[in-house]
């Protein structure tokens, strides 16, 4: 017995109507859900990039998760085909921040969850998901680990100047100083700190003595508490 029309008739067989009801109900939710998660980003985010910018990726990921699934799903055959597919699928820039990682994983989720036709699932858990960002972020509020300045150093590769100097140089000045990113190539370098001052006046004072080091550098003071 030939069993290759075999196998070929058992996978034609596995196609599975999509109704449309259920499908435009799952597409509105990830909508909503994913607005609704941007909200909570760029509110209670503490990235160094542009929040209101990458928030604006997490509808696009949501629904083309839930799209993928829905579709994947119908067919046995198109499962087996998305792992090949999946396999030339790279990331070419590289996500630096790890809270930037768990809402993509977030997106992803909820994406996962109604492209399978859970939604009672993920509308109980997704308030969860709300939840702990309150938690964490008041945690952060009234623990002090919020603090309300980012400090950015940049400068040429010449310079000559190293991360050692440039830190030693902040912590003369700051109550607190918290080395947060770190990026050195061939054109020069960015270092990111997040800084405490006991008097706002110690701004200047610590602007001019980074810049006594070479006339080049450049530097960048942000208000954590407005920045979105």
């Known amino acids: ?23 435009l109900i799952n597409m509105m939710l990830s909508v909503l859900f994913a607005y609704l998660l941007s909200i909570f980003y760029i509110r209670y985010g503490k990235t160094l990039s542009n ?3 990458f928030a604006g990726t997490f509808i696009l990921i949501t629904l083309t998760t839930m ?46 969850g109604l492209g399978a036709n859970q939604r009672i699932i993920v509308s109980l858990v997704f308030p969860v998901f709300l939840g ?9 509020t009234t623990s002090g680990m919020q603090e309300h300045l980012y400090f950015l150093v940049s400068g040429g590769a010449n310079t000559g100047i190293t991360l050692t100097t440039v830190l030693d140089l902040i912590k003369d000045h700051c109550t607190m100083v918290n080395l947060k990113r770190f990026e050195d190539s061939e054109t020069g370098f960015e270092a990111y700190f997040q800084i405490e001052l006991e008097d706002a ?18 530097t960048t003071l942000l208000d954590n508490t407005g920045a979105q």
């Open 67 to 112: 799209v993928v699934i829905t579709i994947v799903k119908s067919s046995l055959a198109l499962s087996l085909g998305l792992v090949g597919a999946l396999s030339i699928v790279r990331f070419r820039t590289a996500i630096k921040e790890p809270e930037e990682l768990s809402y993509i994983f977030i997106c992803i989720a909820i994406g996962l």
């Open 1 to 23: 017995m030939n069993q290759l029309p075999t196998f070929q008739e058992f996978i034609a067989s596995q196609n599975i109507q999509i109704a449309i009801s259920d499908f």
């Open 132 to 140: 702990v960002i309150l938690l964490y972020s008041y945690r952060r």
């Open 51 to 53: 929040r209101r910018l």
């Open 201 to 218: 006046g110690k701004i200047e004072s610590l602007i001019e003595t980074i810049r006594e080091l070479d006339g080049s550098i450049r």
